[in-house]
Structure formats: structure tokens, C-alpha cells
Nanobody, 125 residues
Framework: QVQLVESGGGLVQAGGSLRLSCAAS????MGWFRQAPGQEREFVAA????????YYADSVKGRFTISRDNAKNTVYLQMNKLKPDDTAVYYC??????????????????????WGQGTQVTVSS
């Protein structure tokens, strides 16, 4: 059973920064998704198991950075220049056995086998 534990959410003013962490029980391809109230869960970023490939939603490119420390089995999402539209519950996800390296594979919700409990990020204007 894969376990994922997120941390690092909180309240920040627009233009500020936060770093989310997701501790996993092993080394997997990892992703971050978010879900705002009344909206569907959407892809934010993903990283392959060795950290060689990364993928981002257009809405966060240039502002968010996904990275990983495989010695700690932890994935990070550094979020800079935050906007009120970034307000959501952020979830990390794991894919144990990726079958593709295409962006469309990682942006698909059904790709991901395991999910964390979510952490709230609130950006005030």
C-alpha cells in the first residue's frame, strides 16, 4: 500500500510563496493536482521517478516548480507569485508503474493510482 502525506499548505497573500511537500512510502512518478470549491480536480505538475522529466499546467508554468529528493522519498511543489486563482486543496498523487512519458499521460486523472489527503492553499488578494 502506497502512503502519501502532504504538508505545507496555508494562507498567503497574493504574490507570496509556499512550498508543499509530499512524503511517499517509496519511489514513484509523482504529481500534484488541485481542486477548488465547485470545480473539478485539475493537473498542476508531475515528475518522473528519477526526476528527469517534469510537466506543468500552462496556468502555473514559470511560477511553480516540482522537484524531488529521492533519498527522502519526498516530492516538493515550490509555488511562487501566487494568485487568488491558485486557491484550492492541493493533492499529491503517485503512479507506481508509469507506462508512458507523454504529458497527456501524466495530466490524466485516471493515470494516478494513489492520492494523498490534500492540503489547503488559500491566496488572499
Amino acid at each position: 500500500q502506497v502512503q502519501l502525506v502532504e504538508s505545507g499548505g496555508g494562507l498567503v497573500q497574493a504574490g507570496g510563496s509556499l512550498r508543499l511537500s509530499c512524503a511517499a512510502s517509496g519511489r514513484y512518478a509523482m504529481g500534484w493536482f488541485r481542486q477548488a470549491p465547485g470545480q473539478e480536480r485539475e493537473f498542476v505538475a508531475a515528475i518522473t521517478g528519477l526526476g528527469i522529466n517534469t510537466y506543468y499546467a500552462d496556468s502555473v508554468k514559470g511560477r511553480f516548480t516540482i522537484s524531488r529528493d529521492n533519498a527522502k522519498n519526498t516530492v516538493y511543489l515550490q509555488m511562487n507569485k501566487l494568485k487568488p486563482d491558485d486557491t484550492a486543496v492541493y493533492y499529491c498523487a503517485a503512479d507506481r508503474f508509469p507506462v508512458s512519458r507523454s504529458a497527456s499521460y501524466f495530466t490524466n486523472l485516471t493515470t494516478w493510482d494513489y492520492w494523498g489527503q490534500g492540503t489547503q492553499v488559500t491566496v488572499s488578494s
